[in-house]
């Protein structure tokens, strides 16, 4: 983390590994106090850091309409993440989650993580898209019509992974992501990917201490260097009202607006701590610890007391 800041670099992390993190076809019984403990302790980790930006409480969790009915356990955990960090007294570090790019409930997604109480709602929502392939322009691709449909979307939304690799990449998207074409819907977004894993999507290869910046690395510069940065505000939306909760439909298999409470054994965590994580090792979550013994009311997530940790850093919150 000291050589990101070095570099001027940010974070935004998913708490989540492929052990312990929810799982879309049994999300009641993956979510769990052994889970919420391992989310909360990867938050004591990082929260130090000035250069830890935001965090997401899932990222795909829904990749298609049936996966639906794990909304409200993706948006309980978010909600959980931010009780947390207030608890504990840390810096306002935002909360949101990352969708998978399925055009069908993207929208209704959004709209989702943004209702309720203000508990309930999240600091900003985000989503993949791979839509742009070059060559291609603001229309072609479609994303003129993603600007039009979250005109008015009261959180910060910004594209969590972008860059299609089907044809040669030019990062042509970057003149408009930073342009008057998106910049009041959005705030930007984040490559994919940095390091070169067999996916083609790589920016550098890495071999031990080597690093070798590839085609797709000094075409993204160049696209950047060509790009200037957007001024003012970008004439974002202000207003930072709730959504309306979506309704149920076939496309979206979510039939209530309330959300499941903490397990009982989470909310010692609070005010104690959640003690030390298990990193990447462990033997997981999904099956383990005491689920959710109900639904949860309204507000509950609110920070009500706040520990003796001290606040640390100061990037500022993305929704205050």
């Known amino acids: 983390m000291h050589a990101l800041a070095a570099a001027g670099i940010y974070l935004v992390l998913d708490v989540n590994t492929p052990k312990y993190s929810l799982n879309r076809a049994e999300p009641k019984v993956s979510y769990n106090d052994v889970y919420l403990q391992n989310v909360f302790a990867t938050i004591d980790a990082f929260a130090k850091y000035d250069n830890t930006l935001a965090f997401f409480s899932g990222n ?7 996966s639906t009915a794990a909304a409200p356990y993706v948006k309980a955990v978010t909600r959980d993440m931010r009780q947390y960090i207030g608890s504990r007294n840390y810096r306002k570090i935002p909360v949101g989650y990352s969708a998978a790019d399925v055009n069908s409930n993207r929208l209704e997604m959004a709209e989702y993580m943004n209702c309720g109480s203000d508990d309930e709602r999240s600091d900003f929502f ?11 322009s603001f229309k072609t691709s479609g994303w003129d019509l993603k600007v039009k449909n979250f005109t008015g979307y009261s959180l910060p939304l910004f594209l969590s992974e972008y860059g299609c690799n089907t044809n040669k990449r030019q990062f042509q998207e970057v003149a408009s992501l930073y342009s008057s074409d998106m910049t009041g819907v959005y705030s930007g977004g984040l490559v994919y990917e940095y390091v070169e894993e067999g996916s083609k999507y790589g920016l550098v290869k890495i071999d031990g201490n080597t690093v070798t910046e590839l085609d797709d690395f000094n075409a993204l510069k160049t696209a950047f260097a ?14 930072g009202a709730a959504s309306k909760c979506p309704t149920k439909s076939s496309t979206f298999n979510v039939d209530s607006d309330s959300l499941p409470a903490i397990p009982e054994p989470a909310k ?7 003690g030390t994580g298990v990193g990447l090792t462990g033997s997981g979550s999904q099956n383990a610890g005491t689920g959710s013994s109900g639904t949860a009311t ?7 007391a706040t520990s003796s940790s001290t606040k640390k850093g100061a990037a500022g919150a993305l929704r205050a």
Request: aromatic letters at 10%; proline letters at 4%.
């Open 60 to 66: 795909e969790v829904i990749n298609d309409d049936s």
């Open 126 to 136: 985000a989503f993949n898209d791979y839509s742009w392939c070059d060559p291609s």
């Open 226 to 239: 060509a790009t200037s940065n957007p001024q003012g505000d970008g004439g974002y939306s202000q207003n």
């Open 268 to 274: 010692k965590y609070m005010t104690q701590g959640a």
């Open 298 to 304: 309204a507000g509950s997530g609110a920070v009500t």
